[in-house]
């Protein structure tokens, strides 16, 4: 909360002066949605990845596998437990925001619905990641030189319809400028992409990624080392 505090008041201060307007809205409330789903992503993924992690190295993982829960209660009580925090955080965050600044919300259920669903995309990101790390050294590399570069570069503080040519391109193969803006869409009623194109696809693609890690969970792969 601090840290999301810190960045309303310091872009809100350092460049709301500057750019008064993005897409009719002010430039604080335009970065607030941004803000929200980054506290999600990385709340889920670093309590997923980490505890999973710290529970291999202790061995406690090794009561629970022998435990009658089924491997898929096993993975189901990871994944709740990522999504559970990084909801509670981001709605703590967007909380917070509504005392700062006059905070819309166009679209309620499509909230809950976008940060359900990429809640649950992280958190099991976090728990694909925790079964692959052998070192807490490895979370630290994938959160900090993956998931935060491509979350700042995927239109947290700007919008891409500013960008042209290549800078552009980039910015909208990366997967995460689209769950970005489907939270934006959410709150303001209006986004660079539409959550009718991107929802479904993010929503399959966590699918993917929950059968991923039932298959690794069934397998015990790297749990059992």
Excluded: C
Excluded at 21 to 48: D, K, Q, T
């Amino acid at each position: 909360l601090l840290e999301t505090y810190l960045y309303i008041t310091v872009f809100g201060a350092a460049l709301g002066s500057r750019i008064n307007e993005i897409n009719g809205v002010s430039y604080v409330v335009f970065i607030i949605p941004g803000l929200a789903m980054m506290a999600l992503a990385m709340n889920a993924f670093s309590n997923n990845s980490s505890s999973l992690l710290q529970q291999k190295i202790m061995r406690a993982i090794d009561d629970q596998l022998t435990s009658p829960v089924s491997h898929g209660g096993l993975l189901a009580a990871f994944t709740l437990g990522g999504l559970f925090r990084g909801v509670i955080i981001s709605s703590l965050t967007l909380f917070t925001a509504s005392f700062l600044v006059d905070l819309p919300l166009e679209h309620p259920l499509l909230l809950v619905a976008s940060f359900t669903v990429i809640g649950t995309f992280f958190a099991s990101l976090g728990v694909l990641v925790g079964l692959q790390a052998k070192v807490f050294d490895n979370l630290s590399f994938y959160q900090t030189f993956v998931i935060q570069p491509l979350i700042f570069l995927g239109g947290v503080f700007y919008s891409a319809t500013l960008l042209t040519g290549v800078f552009k391109t980039l910015v909208e193969l990366n997967p995460i400028y689209y769950m970005i803006n489907t939270v934006r869409y959410s709150m303001l009623g209006h986004a660079d992409v539409n959550p009718a194109y991107a929802l479904p696809v993010i929503t399959l693609v966590t699918l993917g990624l929950i059968f991923l890690n039932y298959q690794l969970f069934k397998r015990g792969y790297k749990l059992r080392d």
